[in-house]
């Protein structure tokens, strides 16, 4: 088995453990919404999985930051949802960048409220191989985050701004300009909370897939990780296999 979806399951700290003891080469592990999944699991996770490369803890509510900063020291992760933890800051982005940066290609952080313009710019100086990233409802965030975000315009695909209300309207089209999706065929999805600046987007770039709601699919093929975008009814992003 390479991946294990628990999905809001109601499954406990010693029921995972003794679970992925018997899963020792997974590389996918989802547990969006678990919530009672506590830090002690993952901590001991990192030494019965050596293999995991996607992560998702968003909605795991007994997680936090430590949390994030263990699953980065343990794991070359690729992808990692983390969106929602509560307490998720520059200090847990600077571990990122110290420690998965070379191997991190999705990254969600959405709601994570304490993360600055500087801890991103901590992050994106070294993740030079990010392709898709949600910073929606990081309240803090300005337009030096939208300029960081330009400078990976080359291998971005994707980027969530919804409810940056800091960030000006002037820079978003900026960044949506410089992401030109029309190079290589790739399909970009730029969101945004506020509906004047949809309508902008949506007649200043049309081929710009914009979207206010998405699911993120990582699917993992044997060619490595691509990522898929599709609008759904529902918000919280899910990992799968296929």
């Known amino acids: 088995t390479e991946g294990l979806l628990l999905r809001l399951c109601d499954i406990s700290d010693d029921s995972l453990l003794s679970l992925c003891r018997r899963c020792p080469n997974l590389r996918l592990l989802d547990l969006n919404g678990a ?26 509510i007994r997680c936090n930051a430590d949390c994030v900063a263990e699953a980065v020291r343990a794991w070359p992760l690729r992808g990692l949802w983390v969106g929602w933890l509560g307490d998720v800051d520059d200090a847990s982005l600077e571990a990122m960048a110290q420690h998965c940066a070379s191997s991190l290609e999705v990254l969600d952080v959405s709601g994570s409220r304490a993360i600055s313009d500087s801890g991103v710019l901590a992050l994106f100086a070294a993740a030079r191989n990010l392709r898709s990233v949600d910073l929606s409802d990081c309240v803090k965030l300005s337009d030096t985050t939208l300029r960081a975000l330009a400078e990976h315009t080359a291998v971005l695909r994707s980027v969530g701004l919804s409810r940056c209300r800091l960030m000006t309207g002037n820079a978003v089209l900026e960044l949506a300009t410089r992401m030109r999706p029309e190079l290589g065929g790739r399909r970009i999805n730029l969101f945004n909370g506020n509906g004047w600046m949809l309508s902008v987007l949506r007649q200043k770039h049309p081929q710009l897939l914009v979207n206010s709601l998405t699911v993120r699919k990582a699917v993992l093929n044997a060619d490595g990780l691509t990522v898929r975008m599709c609008e759904v009814p529902e918000p919280a992003p899910v990992a799968v296999l296929e």
């Open 35 to 60: 919530a009672r999944v506590s830090n002690r699991a993952i901590s001991r996770l990192a030494a019965l999985l050596p293999s995991v490369e996607y992560l998702v803890l968003t909605g795991a």
